[in-house]
């Protein structure tokens, strides 16, 4: 069975920072990767997914997450953190035991960003 | 272009009462997801459609729950007999194709309060 690790319910940064949320994840199988963000009553957006290839991955609003598979692990990075970027984040990785892709979540990371 | 809708958005349940989520997806998207998200944690899957076939239900929480997409596009979820563990949001999501690294899109969800 797969499983999503999300170190940190909330990560607190001051606008400008460097942004770190933290994803490791457990696969008997080569892992595809997602990271999704929600912003308060909408549904979740992609940020980001890695399924092949180059390992460090670029997504939308200047986020980019880099796979590691010696580590396990699938960190959400931004270099300067903006207000807008305060909302919860969630990692996923996608069961390719199946032909269709069921998501397993991590628990979510809240990010605050202060002034 | 429209995204993936659902009704009611807010929906209050005395327990034992029997509640439908309705579910809209993009059209044309072949797959359909629904998962559950209690408070403060991440989306558990329930169950998938591959156009009006349910492919998996392993994710459903009991018999109460049902799940139909009879022509391969709406899809509604049902409780019935509603419990107090049912209060939950409940998403919907949809993916143009099937596989395992496609994008799935979300819906607001539908927040069930069972009281």
């Known amino acids: 069975a797969q499983s999503v690790t999300q170190l940190g319910s909330h990560v607190s940064v001051s606008e400008g920072a460097l942004v770190l949320l933290r994803c490791n994840y457990s696969?008997?199988?080569?892992?595809?990767l997602f990271w999704y963000v929600q912003y308060p009553n909408q549904g979740l957006q992609l940020l980001l997914k890695?399924?092949?290839?180059?390992?460090l991955v670029k997504g939308i609003n200047g986020f980019e997450a880099e796979f590691k598979k010696s580590e396990t692990s699938f960190h959400l990075t931004k270099p300067s953190a903006h207000m807008s970027d305060a909302a919860e984040y969630f990692c996923a990785v996608s069961d390719s035991g199946t032909s269709y892709g069921k998501l397993t979540f991590g628990q979510g990371t809240i990010l605050t960003v202060h002034p | 272009g429209a995204g993936v809708s659902q009704s009611p958005r807010y929906k209050v349940a005395k327990r034992g009462q029997d509640v439908a989520l309705r579910c809209d997806p993009i059209?044309?998207?072949?797959?359909l997801f629904w998962y559950q998200q209690a408070l403060g944690q991440g989306p558990e899957f329930l169950t998938y459609?591959?156009?009006?076939?349910?492919?998996?239900k392993s994710g459903l929480p009991s018999d109460r729950f049902f799940a139909e997409r009879p022509e391969g596009s709406v899809s509604t979820l049902k409780i019935q007999r509603t419990q107090q563990e049912d209060s939950a949001v409940y998403l919907c999501?949809?993916?143009?194709?099937?596989?395992?690294?496609?994008?799935?899109?979300f819906g607001p969800g539908t927040r069930l309060t069972v009281l």
């Open positions: 696969s008997s199988v080569p892992p595809y």
């Open positions: 890695y399924t092949t290839g180059a390992t």
């Open positions: 459609f591959q156009n009006e076939a349910q492919l998996d």
């Open positions: 999501a949809s993916s143009f194709f099937a596989g395992v690294s496609h994008e799935q899109f």
């Open positions: 059209s044309g998207h072949v797959s």
